[in-house]
């Protein structure tokens, strides 16, 4: 699929799931789905029942760039946030902190830097071998993957689990926001974003916002 922006994506996906998902626990699902949005900065859910925050996505988006695993500044907001600290208050989802770990950010731009066609520009969130830090927050994403094709900046953003009404429309704002920052950083144009969930999926709780 392909759509034009974050919106269309959005709106497509909830009616399918609603009609076609399979019940899971408190929620309806479907598996491995991938997609396109043509252009990654028309980023704003403009949907009139979604009622998305651009207050809460822009505090979700600069706390991300403290990278303090403290999620007091998004708790304020959302307190979902406070139900997932660890016996320190902490929380693993920051993906600031994720993609400075071992400079995983700059090293990816200096490696497009030297060569534009690398298959290598990866940042990971999600690791199996640190799964005993997930007792009380599993991380959503997979990794994100760069590429240049054409002097543009294409991204594949891969998660392992994403929430469509919550999730999706304010990661895709933070993660668009990061490929506007790794494009300014090469100089070149944003292309295309890709979209990869594994499950994808609507909670009971928001079933009937139309």
């Not at 900065?41 to 207050?55: E, G, M």
Request: aromatic residues 18%.
């Amino acid at each position: 699929m392909i759509f034009n922006n974050s919106t269309e994506a959005f709106e497509y996906y909830y009616d399918y799931i609603m009609k076609n998902g399979k019940k899971l626990n408190n929620t309806l699902f479907i598996q491995n789905v991938g997609f396109y949005i043509k252009n990654p900065l028309d980023n704003l859910i403009t949907t009139s029942w979604r009622k998305w925050s651009k207050k809460y996505a822009d505090t979700e988006w600069n706390w991300y760039l403290t990278g303090d695993l403290d999620p007091t500044p998004v708790a304020a907001l959302a307190k979902i946030w406070n139900t997932i600290r660890d016996e320190n208050g902490l929380v693993q989802s920051n993906y600031g902190y994720q993609w400075r770990r071992n400079n995983q950010l700059e090293k990816v731009i200096e490696i497009l830097k030297k060569d534009n066609f690398t298959r290598k520009a990866s940042v990971s969130f999600y690791d199996g071998k640190e799964i005993d830090n997930y007792k009380y927050d599993t991380i959503c994403t997979y990794s994100i993957n760069f590429n240049l094709y054409d002097s543009k900046l294409n991204m594949s953003v891969l998660m392992r689990s994403n929430d469509l009404v919550y999730g999706f429309c304010n990661d895709q704002y933070c993660f668009s926001k990061l490929q506007e920052i790794v494009a300014k950083s090469l100089k070149v144009e944003i292309g295309w974003y890709f979209h990869f969930a594994n499950n994808l999926h609507i909670y009971n709780k928001h079933f009937n916002l139309k």
